[in-house]
């Protein structure tokens, strides 16, 4: 492995090749061979630099694919109109929200939220047809809505406190149906 015999010996030779040697100055009159080849770059494309930059294997793949077929019945999509949509319905929402005129029997998300959290602290019909009146709601029309929804209440008997690994305390609360004690 290590022995001299095992490693391939390196000959130069002995003798200069003939093409080995100092570079002449080429003749005046004779015509150099670099010039017969096309130039590398130029301002303008030439016949020789269009040959060049075909690619026969593109072609013949075009060519199968043959001519591009329109369809002019499609419909133009524009990206946009969406956008324009979102807009003018978040500025129609923030015109109703911010209007003076109360719309009777209809609420934005977070009064309702506000309107059925404050219910659940009521306890007298005339405290119940005050809120009604001031949210703009009809008793009935209220009563029918609580029957089906109402806002998340934390059920105090329920709280699971757990540590994970990190040392990071999560607490779980079950939730509950709350009604008014009418």
């Not at 047809?129 to 709601?137: F, H, K, N, P, Q």
């Not at 109402?150 to 406190?161: H, L, Q």
Request: charged fraction near 25%; aromatic fraction near 4%; hydrophobic fraction near 35%.
């Amino acid at each position: 492995m290590g022995g001299a015999t095992s490693k391939v010996v390196r000959r130069l030779p002995k003798e200069k090749p003939a093409w080995a040697g100092s570079r002449t100055l080429p003749d005046p009159g004779a015509v150099p061979r670099h010039e017969s080849k096309p130039p590398l770059a130029s301002d303008s494309k030439s016949r020789a630099i269009e040959v060049d930059g075909r690619d026969p294997q593109f072609m013949s793949k075009l060519n199968m694919l043959g001519p591009v077929r329109v369809d002019h019945h499609m419909q133009s999509v524009h990206p946009t109109d969406h956008a324009q949509a979102m807009y003018r319905s978040r500025m129609q929402s923030e015109v109703e929200a911010t209007n003076i005129r109360v719309v009777h029997d209809r609420l934005l998300a977070s009064s309702l939220s506000s309107l059925l959290d404050t219910r659940k602290s009521v306890t007298t019909t005339t405290e119940l047809e005050s809120l009604a009146t001031r949210y703009g709601i009809d008793v009935g029309r209220l009563q029918q809505l609580c029957r089906h929804f109402n806002t998340p209440s934390a059920d105090d008997r329920t709280i699971v406190r757990t540590m994970d690994e990190n040392g990071e305390e999560s607490v779980t609360v079950m939730a509950r149906w709350v009604d008014p004690r009418l």
